[in-house]
């Protein structure tokens, strides 16, 4: 005998399936064999997965897996080249921007310049921590120099 040979027994697999609640002669009446009263007598009484009575569940006293200090994150400080063409700044870096007082001091923070909408028609050298592909490409074609600093 090989598995695919294997048949059910007779009567192993069409069960006939309980009607409930019509009355004491069918013998699943009054209570529909849910037992007397209690949670799961009631029609409510089906819980969402996880729930333990009110206990704190499971779920909740395992201890959450990582952690991101966001103290220790990079805050970045972004100008678009559109911006940058309206400073009366040849130079563009964080010294520069603090004595204009464009930015207020702040030793933590950094520089990034992405790409503005227009094309840049002064020329502006660059030291900044971070540059878009899009900024650099705006940036020298109007001969500007540019520096990426310690990213």
């Given at each position: ?118 094309p840049m028609t002064k020329k502006i050298n660059v030291c900044v921590n971070k ?21």
């Open positions: 005998m090989q598995l695919h040979q294997l048949k059910s027994v007779k009567g192993a697999r069409n069960h006939k399936t309980k009607t409930l609640g019509r009355g004491y002669g069918s013998g699943f009446g009054k209570r529909s064999t849910r037992g007397q009263k209690g949670q799961h007598a009631r029609k409510s009484g089906n819980v969402r997965l996880g729930f333990e009575g009110g206990q704190t569940p499971l779920y909740r006293k395992i201890p959450k897996i990582g952690f991101t200090n966001i103290n220790f994150q990079d805050k970045y400080i972004v100008f678009t080249t559109d911006e940058l063409e309206k400073f009366s700044l040849e130079e563009i870096n964080l010294e520069s921007l603090t004595k204009a007082k464009i930015i207020s001091k702040n030793a933590k923070a950094k520089i990034k310049i992405i790409a503005g909408k227009k540059i878009s592909a899009g900024a650099k490409k705006i940036i020298v074609a109007a001969k500007g120099i540019i520096k990426e600093k310690n990213k």
